[in-house]
C-alpha cells in the first residue's frame, strides 16, 4: 500500500523568499515521487520525479526536492519565490504496482506576497 | 511526441442527464489511462485506470462508467448525473507500470445543476 501527506494545506511567502512544500510518503516498495503544479482550471504539470537514482531532483522553475528514505520525506523548495509561483502543489507517490497508479497528496496551495 | 487531448473543457449539465468525457493520446501506443476526479480544495481521486482494450478497474463506487474502446480513447460516462458528480476531471497516461509518470489531459470542469 501507498500513501503521501502533504503537511500544510496552504503556505504563503512573500517574493524573492525560499519556499518549502513538505510531503511524507508511505510505501511497501521503492518509489517513484512525483512533484506537479497546477494553475487554476488547468491540468496537472510534472515539476520534478525520483525515480531511484540521484537524491536530490532538480526540475523547471527553479524548484528542486531531496528524497530522504530515513525521514520518508519529498520536501520541495526553490530559493527565491516568483509571483508565477502561486499555483497548487501536488506531491504523488507510485510503487510500480497495480498499473502504475499513483496516489495524490490534497495538495497545497501557495500563495506568493508581492 | 505524445500528446492527451481531453474535452470538452467545461460543461453545464442538468440533474439526470447522460455524460460523455472523451479523451485521446497521441504518439504513443498501449499506454495506460487513468480518469482523476478533483473535488473543490482537494487532491486528486483515481476513479478508473486501464491497461488495454476493453480493460477497465474502478477505484470507487459510483455514478460513473468508463470504456476504453481502442487503443488510445479513453471515456468517462454516465446515464443519469447527479449534483455530486460535479468537479473538476482529469484524463491521465501513463507508459507503463515500470515508468509511472503521468501525463495530464486540461480537464473538464464539470457543473450539474
Known amino acids: 500500500a501507498q500513501s503521501v501527506t502533504q503537511l500544510d494545506s496552504h503556505v504563503s511567502v512573500s517574493e524573492g523568499t525560499p519556499v518549502l512544500l513538505r510531503c511524507n510518503y508511505s510505501?511497501?516498495?521503492?518509489?517513484?515521487l512525483f512533484w506537479y503544479v497546477q494553475h487554476p482550471n488547468k491540468g496537472l504539470q510534472l515539476l520534478l520525479k525520483?525515480?531511484?537514482?540521484?537524491?536530490l531532483v532538480k526540475g523547471i522553475n527553479g524548484f528542486e526536492a531531496e528524497f530522504k528514505k530515513s525521514e520518508t520525506s519529498f520536501h520541495l523548495t526553490k530559493p527565491s519565490a516568483h509571483m508565477s509561483d502561486a499555483a497548487e502543489y501536488f506531491c504523488?507517490?507510485?510503487?510500480?504496482?497495480?498499473?502504475?497508479?499513483?496516489?495524490f497528496g490534497d495538495g497545497t496551495t501557495l500563495t506568493v506576497k508581492p | 511526441s505524445q500528446t492527451i487531448h481531453q474535452w470538452p473543457a467545461t460543461l453545464v449539465q442538468p440533474v439526470g442527464s447522460p455524460l460523455s468525457l472523451e479523451c485521446t493520446v497521441e504518439?504513443?501506443?498501449?499506454?495506460?489511462l487513468y480518469w482523476y476526479r478533483q473535488a473543490a480544495g482537494r487532491g486528486l481521486q483515481l476513479l478508473f485506470y486501464?491497461?488495454?482494450?476493453?480493460?477497465i478497474s474502478s477505484e470507487v463506487p459510483q455514478n460513473l462508467s468508463a470504456s476504453r474502446p481502442q487503443d488510445r480513447q479513453f471515456i468517462l460516462s454516465s446515464k443519469k448525473l447527479l449534483l455530486s458528480d460535479s468537479g473538476f476531471y482529469l484524463c491521465?497516461?501513463?507508459?507503463?507500470?515500470?515508468?509511472?509518470?503521468?501525463?495530464f489531459g486540461q480537464g473538464t470542469r464539470l457543473t450539474v445543476v
Open positions: 510505501s511497501s516498495y521503492s518509489p517513484s
Open positions: 504523488v507517490v507510485s510503487d510500480h504496482t497495480n498499473a502504475g497508479k499513483s496516489t
Open positions: 504518439g504513443t501506443s498501449n499506454p495506460n
Open positions: 525520483y525515480t531511484s537514482a540521484a537524491t
Open positions: 491521465a497516461w501513463s507508459r507503463d507500470r515500470a515508468d509511472p509518470e503521468a501525463f
Open positions: 486501464s491497461v488495454g482494450i476493453g480493460q
